[in-house]
């Protein structure tokens, strides 16, 4: 294993990371304890956005980096899962968003929100598209329960809400976000009303169905999709559509968010066996979002500890 870089996780953070790291020359093996359509990656609405994320000052050049590679992908949106869709962020204004917002092309103020045309991803699509990626470099993702970082010369952690017992980092907490997906009555744009509350509203058309949400619930575990939660998500949805109240639901999901208080760790720590750990969690409601601009600097933080032989 000297020669080898070991990736644990096997969520966007984790695939993405191990493609990076993989396709500049290093010999990688990624560790994770589900399956990729058994991740959290797996069950997000997956719209590029900045949201519950940290730090502010950073995010956006994440945010940035990814966005531009999803602008590429987007050109064989049956491959990679993206696609450039246009849609509604109700009740904010241009003004509010960070120095991001200006590299975004085609933002624009209306009466309603902020309109946009950005990546919306399928997930399960683009997950197997990006292990397909890895598998072209020779590289496997192993199915195995870790409950600590192995000891190796170089490890890039990327264990999202694990890192709170694997590191352990008491700052990583769950956000719970719940979703419905039905069949989709016709729409074609993105909308989304989100604010500090629990309860949010959005629905974002995706291939297999329409996907509507949500909520955002502090420090809550329960991965078992709630009626009544179901139900008050799709009313809140049809107050905006009225046609997605007829919708015949497909699916239920429930997912949790890793949310770290501080914000998202990207740093390289000795070992006492003198070996470097590259941390890259806490990503928040944004993993999507930053995954790209995020592996790139946590491969980077690799290289300077430990260069290619």
Known sequence: MSDETIVVGGGVIGLTTAVVLAESGRKVRVWSRDPVDGTTSAVAGALWWPYRIEPAARVGEWALTSLRVYEQLAAEPETTGVRLVEGLHAGIRLSELG???AEVDGLR???QGVLARVPLIDMPTHLDWLRARLEATGTKVEIREVDRLPDAPLVINCTG?????????PQVRPVRGQLVIVENPGITEWYTAVDD???STYFFPQPYGLLL?????DDAWDLTPDARTAEEIVARC??????????RVLAHRAGL?????????????ATSSGGVVVHNYGHGGAGVTVAWGCAREAAALAASRTPLR
Not at 238 to 246: K, L, S, Y
Request: proline share 9%.
């Open 99 to 101: 120095p991001w917002a």
């Open 109 to 111: 103020q209306s009466a």
């Open 161 to 169: 809400l694990g890192a709170r017992h694997i590191v352990p980092d």
């Open 197 to 199: 509350s629990d309860a």
């Open 213 to 217: 949400g949500g909520t955002a619930q």
């Open 238 to 247: 049809a107050q905006v559509r009225p046609e997605i109240a007829g919708a």
């Open 257 to 269: 968010r890793p949310v770290r208080d501080g914000g998202v760790r990207i740093e390289a720590e």
